[in-house]
């Protein structure tokens, strides 16, 4: 009977380490926790465990040790869970960001700084995440640039590689720039390829940065449309909810 009245259970394990405490949850398979001495709670897969024993406690750990063992009767001990990774994305998330766009290219030619016409972006992501690593979601943008300005609605997907509070990503999307301010143009197809870092303050906050290529492969227009060879480059921020 671990928990027992007098007595410390220590756990030995296989890199040599030693913790003495009382054992709160255990199962041959899975692993042991332990509520050690120092107060704090470890858990052990059942690999990592070499031996457990118990040592009998000093008079004066006995006055201020309260050694109960935390379940008593005929109830099992509950299986030991892994801890749970608090920044793994899942469910719900939404991004706001901004950014500054760069042409580099028009009419599939190299821009010159006198001809540059660059771009300030505001856009919105609203998604689901598929996996903790992967995503789907819905963007919806305003591209501010003269002489026209774009309204982008595009299709979302990310890949992060990590689940911890750090996070770097790639992604992909692709959609139309609608444009409501030119009698002529309705607007362009575009894709949007990038990679970034995702950084959580909290499991619901995040600040996020990139940086993207986006082509333009062909522009709608009343009574047709005509390809399109032009791409721009971009350094975004913004908060994931």
Known sequence: MFGQQ????????HDGKIF??????????????????DKEV???KAEQVKEISKVK??????KNTDSSPVSSGKSSPKMPQEPRNE??????????ESG????????????????RQNAILLNTIQGWHITPNFSVGIGIGAAFQQPTN?????????????????????YAASGIALIIDDTDKL??????FGLGVKTSFSPSFAFNTSLSYTPYFYALQKGGGSSLKDGYFSIRAGLAF
């Open 100 to 115: 500054l766009l760069f042409s580099l290219i028009q009419d599939g030619k190299p821009v010159n700084d006198s001809l």
């Open 20 to 37: 003495r405490g009382n054992i709160i949850e255990m199962t041959p398979k899975n692993g042991v926790r332990i509520l050690a001495d």
């Open 150 to 170: 774009t309204f982008p609605l595009s299709l979302d997907f990310r890949s992060h590689f990590t689940s911890g509070r750090i996070k770097p990503f790639v």
């Open 57 to 62: 406690m000093k008079k004066s750990e006995m």
């Open 6 to 13: 007098g007595y410390w259970d220590v756990i030995e394990l």
């Open 42 to 44: 470890y858990f052990f």
């Open 87 to 96: 920044y793994e994305n899942s469910g719900y998330f939404a991004i706001i």
């Open 187 to 192: 607007g362009s197809i575009f894709g949007d």
